[in-house]
């Protein structure tokens, strides 16, 4: 690999260890329509972004593109124990997880993942429905097919469901997470329990919601550093002890994103960000599933 700023870990509640800036296969690369044709430009993407130095894959039966990453993963020439790859159950299969990871691995290439998850919980009817998907999760992990097991999009209610039942406490939950989607107490809440929080979306603010209250501050945080409003809001996820997933497929971005492993900003700058964010609401996933003011 060329040389580049090495990925911190963060250690996991079952002592397993977590690159803390993912590269993801969704958002740009999303599939629609049943589309099974293998995207090479994201086969190419991934592959790049690993030369670079993103050990850390993240993909979801959901988005299509498990093939793509498994021929990156054969093509890339890195060994498979320096790669971490993360893959999701479709919200929509949760019944049938034994089922879903083994079609997972096969378009993978791989015998086991490092992470699983559940992508999200808002199909299940009732808890036990959960608690019945979150044992199946553990007898994956059992089955070695999955080094580490989480959850994807849980709420407070939801995780609080699982862990009455659990054996295995979810590793992680990964979530939408930025400035203007904090999720009030449910970030501290799920990281008092041992359950790290892995942010998605973090550029949200510039890309989606920009004009907001965070300019003036992201702008001039930028000049300050030297970098782009990206790496700035990515640093702070980071600096709050969070795992960030970035996506692009412009491999000048991803040159950047890597910027944000090279500083740190300061305890009142931190502060100050999410302070300003706080005054902006903004939830660009599962919009379906919120009032318009819900910031949970």
């Not at 939408?176 to 790290?196: C, M, N, R």
Request: net charge negative; charged share 25%.
């Amino acid at each position: 690999m060329t040389n580049h700023p090495d990925i911190p870990t963060l250690k996991l509640n079952d002592g397993s260890s977590i690159p803390i800036l993912g590269y993801g296969s969704g958002t740009a690369w999303f599939k629609r329509g049943g589309d099974t044709t293998v995207n090479r430009e994201l086969v190419d993407s991934a592959k790049s972004a690993v030369k670079l130095g993103f050990n850390h894959l993240d993909g979801a039966e959901v988005y299509g593109t498990e093939e793509e990453l498994g021929q990156s993963i054969q093509e890339c020439g890195v060994p498979r124990d320096q790669l971490f790859i993360t893959t999701k159950v479709s919200h929509s299969r949760i019944n049938d997880i034994p089922a879903a990871i083994e079609e997972s691995l096969k378009k993978l290439q791989l015998d086991h993942v490092d992470l699983y998850l559940i992508h999200a919980p808002f199909t299940a009817k009732n808890d036990a429905e959960l608690q019945a998907a979150w044992a199946a999760m553990e007898q994956v992990k059992a089955s070695g097919k999955a080094r580490s097991i989480g959850v994807s999009n849980f709420l407070q209610s939801h995780l609080e469901a699982i862990l009455k039942t659990a054996n295995v406490v979810p590793v992680v939950n990964q979530i939408e997470y930025h400035p203007y989607l904090q999720h009030g107490d449910l970030v501290p809440w799920q990281e008092s329990k041992g359950i790290k929080t892995v942010s998605y979306s973090g550029l949200v603010p510039i890309t989606r919601a920009s004009g907001g209250p965070l300019d003036p501050l992201l702008s001039g945080l930028a000049k300050k550093y030297a970098v782009h409003e990206s790496e700035i809001l990515l640093r702070w996820t980071l600096d709050q002890g969070y795992v960030s997933i970035t996506t692009s497929s412009k491999e000048s971005r991803l040159v950047g994103y890597l910027r944000a492993l090279t500083f740190k900003l300061t305890p009142e700058e931190i502060k100050e960000i999410s302070e300003l964010g706080q005054q902006k609401h903004y939830r660009a996933f599962w919009r379906e599933k919120f009032a318009d003011d819900d910031r949970s």
